[in-house]
């Protein structure tokens, strides 16, 4: 994502705030991007302060209070053994968004630097990178988070390993793209001829040139993982009881839908809510970063 004249970012300390201040100004304005900024933000929120929110202990049970409906005394009602269900949604956006931005943070450690090496050095290096990265890309992402959770074992830990892994060919795929169009710019092969080295050139002119889709790919794969962490959740294979998890309750809760509907309505809400907002989020990034864009 470069201009036609240069690079996005360089060592011009006005040129680069000129376009912070333009991507900010673009942002601001796109109504959906803001919407979807609000709700990730009230879902990040809750889930850091979790622990200094008035709510009861999300794994007490109560047998006088099994499933009982919303209430004063239980807003949000309680599960099949009397635990209160809204202490149980806010401890489990704990588990949700930390599956989410874990799981994504190593799809990017291990993606980007594999991504350039590829699309940077090319030749036999590129040649297996990219042929691995095909043979994952060939099965689907969540059956791969799946098959990677059963293999490694249910746990939380194992299942943001397992939808990491199974995110990094499309980090790769994308950093070999972005890498393989920007070190054909004029600055970049001005780099080489005055013999800059490769490490100054990455660092100084290809890195920070493939930033901003990474980023815009980043806040939507937050969305995806956090799908993906409900799903293995429900299946049994992320959090495990008695720590909540909005997928878990979600297992829980198909037992009663017609006895308790509140037990499946309110985690089904929460994870539609805070993938809509990262999508959103995701997408006015986009169109923010995209220099193109006026």
């Known amino acids: 994502m470069t201009h036609a004249t240069g690079p996005i970012f360089n060592e011009d300390p006005v040129l680069t705030t000129k376009y912070e201040n333009r991507v900010w100004k673009k942002f601001k304005t796109h109504n959906s991007a803001m919407v979807g900024g609000a709700l990730a933000t009230f879902f990040i929120l809750i889930a850091m302060f979790a622990p200094l929110l008035p709510v009861v202990d999300p794994t007490a049970t ?3 209070s099994v499933r009982k409906a919303p209430s004063w005394v239980h807003p949000f009602g309680t599960d099949e053994i009397g635990r209160d269900v809204l202490s149980r949604m806010v401890w489990g956006a704990q588990a949700s ?4 931005v874990v799981s994504v943070a190593i799809a990017i450690g291990l993606g980007v630097p594999l991504g350039i090496l590829a699309g940077y050095f090319s030749g036999w290096t590129d040649a297996i990178i990219s042929r ?5 890309l060939a099965a689907p992402f969540l059956v791969l988070a799946i098959t990677l959770a059963a293999f490694l074992g249910p746990s939380l830990t194992n299942a943001m390993i397992a939808i990491g892994i199974s995110a990094t060919p499309i ?4 950093t070999r793209g972005q890498v393989l169009s920007i070190k054909a710019e004029d600055y970049v092969e001005s780099a080489r001829a005055v013999g800059l080295p490769t490490y100054k050139i990455l ?5 920070p040139n493939i930033l901003p889709p990474i980023l815009v790919q980043a806040t ?3 969305a995806a993982a956090i799908i993906a962490e409900a799903s293995l959740s429900f299946l049994g294979l992320g959090q495990q009881a008695p720590d909540p998890s909005w997928g878990q309750m979600l297992n829980i809760a198909k ?6 509907p509140w037990m499946a309505l309110w985690p089904g809400i929460a994870i539609f809510l805070v993938v809509l907002g990262f999508n959103l989020l995701g997408d006015g990034l986009r ?6 864009e006026k």
Do not use: K, M
């Open 220 to 222: 939507l794969s937050v």
């Open 62 to 64: 109560d047998w006088l």
């Open 171 to 174: 980090f790769i795929r994308l």
């Open 287 to 292: 169109d923010a970063l995209d220099p193109r």
């Open 203 to 207: 660092s100084r002119y290809i890195l």
């Open 255 to 260: 037992n009663f839908l017609h006895q308790a």
């Open 132 to 136: 691995c990265t095909e043979a994952l």
């Open 97 to 100: 968004l930390l599956a989410g």
